[in-house]
């Protein structure tokens, strides 16, 4: 494993409705955090200002976690229009096809990474087959986040975005080529009581191969989100530590 510091890993999930209530935390994670997501609720009600905003105080990189999914001539020029706020990552469905994928790299050109989103981690195998989805690929969640993986390796996206036990897998098949990004995160001992449904503890995933992790709710919801993150930083750092020591 490349060694890295461990808050790098760390990508907060700024999942608030404003920028009134995103400020708070951007400013108190600032340094704590390698990274800092903006998802669609956020972006659709503030819009640029949100980037400008943790561009001013956040401190670290930029994630704007727009997955989007439209015809191909659609996407290439949502994607120019993404490059354009220099951002660091970007996403895009993988699930509709490769002329779409191909497209969003195009229209990102280089300014920002494409990031190709394989299946939601809040997605479980009967909601795949509720979707019409081949028996062999709906009851192994993993055969179709492989063949998108593919799909988005073939198109030139930078990374995907997976499950964390998805990794051992991807990284067998894609090695470096392709940026393990993995949300459905819960800190060891926390149980996802929410939507989430194929989750991985921070020390799992990074010993698995993830080069990010994207936590929210665990930090957004913590009484002390700083005290949350840092937590999550130490469980990191105890996995590259140990690879460190050859253990
Ligand atoms: O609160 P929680 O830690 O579950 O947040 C996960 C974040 O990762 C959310 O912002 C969600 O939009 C995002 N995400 C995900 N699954 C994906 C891609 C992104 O949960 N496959």
Known sequence: MTRRPAKDYLVFAL???SV??????????AGAVG?????????VREGPAVVALVRRHGGGRIFLDL????????VRRAMTAVAALEVDFVTVHCGESPAMLQA?????????KVLGVTVLTSVASTDLSAAGLRPELAEDPG???LRRAAMAAEAGCDGIVCAGHELVMLKGHFG????????GIRPAGEVAGDDQRRVMSPAEAVAAGADYLVVGRPIRDAADPLQAAHRIVEEIAGVSDRDEMGI
């Open 15 to 17: 999942d608030v409705p």
């Open 20 to 29: 009134a209530a995103a400020a708070p935390l951007v400013e108190r994670l």
């Open 35 to 43: 990274m800092f997501k903006i998802g669609l609720e956020l972006f």
């Open 67 to 74: 997955k989007l999914h439209d015809i191909p001539a659609t």
């Open 176 to 183: 470096h080529r392709l940026l393990a990004v993995v949300p």
């Open 143 to 145: 055969r179709l986040v």
């Open 104 to 112: 969003a790299v195009e229209g990102a050109g280089g300014r920002v």
